[in-house]
């Protein structure tokens, strides 16, 4: 009876380190990934489910991570917080951070992707900065949230289980960095966020969409066409800031003394988000070719949502020595440029990296 009970027990024992071995291998196959968390409406919260009022950047990542179901069941998923702010407040600091840690993770045979949660509002140019400096062909997905965690049907949850699952997928290697949010996967290059609140706000208006991931399940229809991550030439390595870029406002009227007030204020470069193809008043091109003769970069943007701008439309820029920004925003020309004053390059040199990148 006793050697019964020794036996029973023994194989108690040896059934449970079985199944723990059987665990672990199992859990083994599964992607690692690694969610960096930035704050954003995706870590807000409200006092009311019902109510607009929040406040960006409550959440930490593993309560955010524990709130979404079954996604540990797509990933063996670690979290890091690099900064818990609106995205109203991302800033260059945060951005060579996050670079550098996604470049090192990377490098490393254990991590096989990463997904970094951010606020919507300037969550394009992160992309497209990460797209510029990443130095890895494995996916790099960021995503976000309209509605704040407290919500009533908060999207955040859904968005990190859909990025996770782009992040954990083979089929991703090779895209450049992507934005997921709302079932659509978008390009770091293509991608605006183009209506202040709605959950469809990001569009690839002049590209498309790069594909679709629904509950986990990834579609993706075709590569971006411009230089990212593993093809690009920019570097980040050892840099602790970058050039002071401004972006000035067109319209009707404009004043062209904003130039010169950016250009005393130290402004190694300058976007003008013009109106239509690029364009500016007389005034503020004449200030612009003062400002190109002192060796500050002028591109020219446009503030329009949709289309390129063309080199010599309506402007020569070749005598004015201005740049195009191509299909470029505001917002993610002034990016390109900061990181293109790094290095000092020819007009043909700085106008074909807006055409590249
Ligand atoms: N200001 C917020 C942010 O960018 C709102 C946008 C959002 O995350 O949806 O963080």
């Given at each position: ?5 020794t ?5 108690l ?5 079985v199944?723990s071995?059987?665990a672990?291998?199992q ?6 990934i690694v969610?960096?968390?930035?704050g ?20 930490k ?11 540990r ?5 670690k979290g890091?917080?690099i900064a ?6 991302m800033?260059?600091?945060v ?8 470049n ?12 970094i949660?951010?606020g ?6 992160t ?17 976000g949230s ?15 289980y859909?990025?996770?699952a ?10 450049g960095?992507?934005?997921v949010?709302?079932d ?6 293509a991608v ?11 569009q ?8 679709t ?6 579609q ?27 972006i ?27 109106v239509?193809?690029?364009n ?18 002028v591109?020219?943007a446009?503030r329009v949502?949709?289309?390129a ?9 070749k ?19 900061m ?5 000092k390059?020819?007009?043909?040199d ?8």
């Open positions: 009876m006793k050697n019964m009970k036996i029973c027990r023994n194989l024992a040896v059934t449970l380190i199944v071995i059987i672990n291998a859990e083994k196959k599964l992607p690692n969610i960096l968390a930035t954003g409406t995706i870590a807000g919260a409200g006092a009311s489910s019902t109510g607009s009022a929040y406040t960006s950047g409550q959440v990542i593993e309560a955010m991570i524990d709130a979404v179901p079954n996604i069941t797509l990933a063996n998923l890091e917080q818990n702010v609106g995205s109203q407040d800033s260059v600091k951005w060579l951070d996050l670079a550098n840690r996604i090192e993770l990377l490098k490393s045979k254990d991590c096989d992707g990463v997904v949660t951010h919507t509002d300037t969550q394009e140019e992309a497209f900065f990460l797209n510029l400096v990443i130095k890895s062909d494995k996916p790099v997905v960021l995503t309209m509605r704040p965690s407290t919500a009533l049907s908060a999207d955040g949850p859904l968005n990190m859909n990025a996770v782009l992040a954990a997928s083979p089929k991703a290697k090779g895209y960095v992507m934005v949010m709302n659509e996967i978008h390009s770091a290059h605006k966020k183009m209506m202040s609140t709605p959950v469809q706000t990001f690839s208006p002049d590209e498309g969409m790069i594909g991931v629904i509950f986990g399940d990834v993706l229809f075709h590569k971006p066409h411009s230089l990212n991550t593993t093809a690009s030439e920019f570097s980040v390595d050892g840099v602790k800031e970058l050039p002071r870029v401004d000035v406002y067109g319209c009707a009227d404009m004043s062209p003394d904003l130039i010169d007030i950016m250009v005393k204020a130290g402004a190694k470069g300058i976007v003008i988000a013009g239509g193809d690029g500016m008043n007389a005034g503020t091109l004449e200030a612009a070719k003062k400002a190109t003769k002192a060796g500050i970069i591109v020219r446009t949502p949709i289309g701008v063309l080199i010599n439309g309506e402007v020569n820029d005598e004015y020595g201005t740049i195009c920004s191509d299909e470029l925003n505001p917002q993610k020309a002034r990016v390109l440029l990181l293109a004053l790094l290095k390059r020819s007009w043909d700085m106008q074909n990296l807006f055409i590249n990148y």
